[in-house]
């Protein structure tokens, strides 16, 4: 069966038939989820070698990757994004092509990628402030779209991103509920944008009730359990000691776990915590009760939609770039409770 007799077969038109297999946005759900269960039930795929000819595209799309120890891209939530991005390469019958390459060596890679063809555009990941990429893959007219926001960058640009401000800004407001007032700041590395954001609105939350943020109380380091767990412990060892924390993400909360329990406190009753849970289908924040309270936004639906977004983008090219902000969901776990006494 080829599109024509799938589109005939389901009554719509070739275009929409699609625009629903590649995962464009615009497609309803409901007619997305029809065109999908008919193609499954009648075996479609598409032919991608007979695209290539008819478009002289590559069907391929790039994601470079450095070789870096200190960079965000070790953390393990890069493999849900990347799962989610996939899903849409497959329908539309694209190819992933992850290219790792040496420190220092990023602008080579996409300018290598441009001239051979390879790809068809590219997906950056873990932007910085004023990223050199923006301007890079505009000079080289590459199609892309970034995963995040980099503050400072002038040129326009197409990207997805959690509101990450406006997250950790409801978080810290949630603690000051609490009345907690010693509240720990456990963020990922600060030249990276969604980190400067976090802390952005960690501040202002403060600010606006008339608190100053405490810098000895306050870490920016790589994502790691064994930083989350070092920075915790410095922290609770200060007199005095937070009452709570507040964590970049769950691989980090793990460490900070183990240095409360090491202290002799129980999370939720002595001090109180909150992550940044990426929903991740590996490591989930436990079952039916979460067991942090979180703030909770799905990276491998990110990674649905930024690749949605950039199929789309090189399909039918536009001078202004869609963009969109996803808000994050404030969750209520086992890990949060009213500050303690501890006059």
């Known amino acids: 069966m080829n599109l024509k007799d799938l589109s005939q077969h389901l009554g719509l038109s070739p275009t929409t038939v699609s625009r629903a297999l590649n995962g464009y946005p615009e497609v309803n759900e409901a007619t997305r989820e029809k065109v999908m269960a008919a193609a499954k039930r009648h075996n479609y795929k598409p032919n991608t070698r007979a695209i290539r000819l008819a478009t002289g595209r590559a069907m391929a799309v790039g994601h470079v990757i450095p070789i870096e120890t200190r960079h965000e891209i070790v953390n393990p939530i890069f ?7 996939g899903e849409t390469y497959a ?32 997906i950056v ?28 960058a002038a040129l326009p640009y197409a990207w997805v991103d959690v509101n ?18 010693r509240i720990g700041l456990i963020n990922g590395l600060e030249f990276m944008d969604f980190a400067i954001r976090r802390r952005a609105g960690f501040v202002q939350a403060l600010t606006a009730r008339g608190m100053t943020e405490t810098p000895a ?19 609770l060892a200060q007199t005095p000691a937070p009452t709570a924390f507040l964590v970049s993400s769950m691989i980090m909360a793990l460490g900070t776990r183990r240095a409360i329990e090491e202290h002799g406190l129980i999370m939720g009753r002595d001090i109180s915590v909150i992550i940044h849970d990426d929903d991740l289908s590996y490591m989930q924040n436990g079952a039916d009760v979460p067991i942090f309270t979180a703030t909770r936004s799905s990276v491998r639906a990110a990674g649905r ?39």
Do not use: C, W
């Open 217 to 235: 109380l306050m870490r920016a380091v790589e994502m790691t359990e064994a930083n989350g767990y070092i920075a915790a412990r410095d922290m």
């Open 79 to 85: 493999a849900d994004f990347i799962a989610g991005a």
């Open 164 to 181: 990450n401000r406006r997250a950790f800004h409801r978080a810290t407001d949630f603690l000051l509920d609490l009345g907690h007032r």
């Open 305 to 343: 939609l930024a690749a949605s977004m950039l199929l789309d983008t090189i399909a039918n090219p536009t001078p202004t770039p869609a963009t969109h902000l996803l808000e994050a969901e404030l969750i209520i776990g086992q890990s949060t409770g009213p500050a303690p006494n501890r006059s």
């Open 125 to 152: 990941h873990s932007p910085r402030h004023d990223d050199f990429r923006i301007g890079l893959l505009h000079d080289i007219a590459m199609p892309f779209v970034v995963h995040g926001r980099a503050t400072g």
């Open 91 to 122: 329908r539309a019958g694209y190819d992933l092509i992850l290219s790792i390459v040496p420190d220092g060596d990023e602008a080579r890679a996409y300018r290598e990628m441009k001239s051979r063809g390879n790809v068809d555009g590219v």
